[in-house]
């Protein structure tokens, strides 16, 4: 894999995680307004996004385990970190939607639209 296309897998891990990082911060915000729809909808939108990275990021992995020499960019290093983020604030975005979903019906007697 040559330099040129190692800044492309790297620009496109940090596209699709800041992406699924942004579309994870909308379903918080949108489950704060009450609206589980749209939270739910975020984070399969999010989930799909990672899926995206993770293709991108699967080409690196087996380019190294068919034994081609791979010199890490930078730019590289930055992109893992951008999707480990990610990948972890989704996770996180899940568990609070499903919390405030939960605490909601709670509070309406079983409703669970704002």
């Known amino acids: 894999m040559n330099k040129e296309e190692l800044y492309n897998l790297s620009f496109q891990l940090i596209l699709h995680g800041g992406n699924a990082r942004s579309l994870a911060m909308e379903a918080i915000f949108s489950a704060k307004e009450k609206n589980f729809t749209g939270a739910f909808e975020k984070l399969s939108e999010a989930e799909t996004e990672l899926l995206s990275a993770h293709q991108f990021q699967t080409q690196l992995i087996q380019a190294e385990a068919s034994g081609e020499p791979i010199a890490i960019p930078i730019i590289l290093v930055h992109a893992q970190d951008h999707l480990m983020t990610a990948m972890t ?12 979903q939960e605490m909601h019906i709670g509070n309406k007697g079983g409703r669970t639209d704002g």
């Not at 604030?89 to 405030?100: C, G, I, N, P, Y």
């Open 89 to 100: 604030l989704t996770d996180l975005a899940k568990e609070l939607v499903e919390l405030r």
